[in-house]
Structures are given as C-alpha cells and as structure tokens.
C-alpha cells in the first residue's frame, strides 16, 4: 500500500511512480530518477490578538469550514518566515497591523485540514483599521465564553492554550 497514495507520478520527470522500502517505511519512488518522494508537510502561521480580554477571529468565506471562524492564518510561502507569514495574513484578513510578541503554540497534524503543521503566534496591533478582506467576510473580537462555531482544531487548541494561560 502506498503512503501517498495522492502522488502518482514524479514532480521532476512525469515517470509514473511505484512504492520502495526507504529508511524503515514505504514511500513512493521513481524508479526514471532513482528518486525517493518524500512527502513533506503544509505548514500555516497565524497570529491570537487580544484586546480588552477578547480575541480577535475571522470568519471564512471559502472552504474549507466556510462560515466558521478561526485566528487570522494562512500558509507560509517557500521563502517565508513562519512570524512573517502570520502577519502578512492577519493583515490582509484583518486590515490591522501587528506585531508578534512570542510563540503561542505548534500545532500538528491537522487530520482534516489542508495543513499538517500550524504555528500561532501572539500578537499586539500597531496599527490598521479591522475589516475583513481576502478570504475571510467578517472580523471581530470575541470573549471565550461567547465563541462562534470554530474552524478547525488548531484553532480550539490555540484558543483553550490562550484561555488556560
């Protein structure tokens, strides 16, 4: 059985792969390149703001989970730094500028989301005005006891970690 049965065929030469034995699992291989796929991880930042003893959310306009809410968020680009990556996207979710302050938590994997890996990030806002954008259509602070339905569950475990601290 192959342990990435969603990869076919090799991302360097279009040979169709197979399965090999390959430092003590089966991964897919392409026997044209004599090269082992190995299957590497999507990795999202997002930053937990809080204000006034509320937590900034967004709500998501797309799949996946459209119309349920999580921490501004979104994937590292290749070239990125994970806390770059975490501001960028609050900024285009959220309109406001912030500012990491410390690592809140590392959360993986995400068994049903499209990231396996997600780092949160506290932050404080330096600036900006809050309204939605991107992929998200509304914005808001919210106290834990009175949370919208939520995304995903790195976000409960980043809101639990936050509430608990």
């Not at 897919?28 to 796929?37: E, L, M, Q, T, Y």
């Not at 990556?85 to 049903?112: D, F, K, M, N, Q």
């Not at 914005?139 to 919208?148: A, Q, R, T």
Request: charged fraction near 30%.
């Amino acid at each position: 059985m192959s342990h990435s049965p969603d990869l076919n065929y090799c991302p360097r030469c279009g040979h169709a792969l197979t399965d090999k034995e390959a430092f003590g699992r089966m991964r897919r291989f392409c026997p044209a390149c004599d090269r082992i796929i190995f299957r590497d991880h999507k990795v999202a930042a997002g930053v937990l703001v809080e204000q006034s003893d509320k937590v900034l959310l967004v709500r998501r306009r797309m799949g996946p989970r459209q119309g349920a809410w999580s921490f501004p968020a979104g994937f590292v680009e290749f070239d990125e730094e994970p806390a770059v990556a975490a501001v960028r996207e609050c900024y285009e979710e959220t309109g406001l500028e912030v500012r990491v302050t410390s690592l809140h938590a590392v959360i993986g994997p995400e068994p049903s989301g499209a990231a396996s890996i997600v780092i949160v990030y506290r932050a404080r806002i330096v600036g900006g005005e809050l309204t939605p954008g991107d992929d998200v259509d509304r914005v808001g602070f919210f106290d834990m006891d009175e949370l919208p339905p939520l995304a995903f569950r790195a976000t409960r475990i980043a809101l639990d970690k936050w509430r608990d601290a």
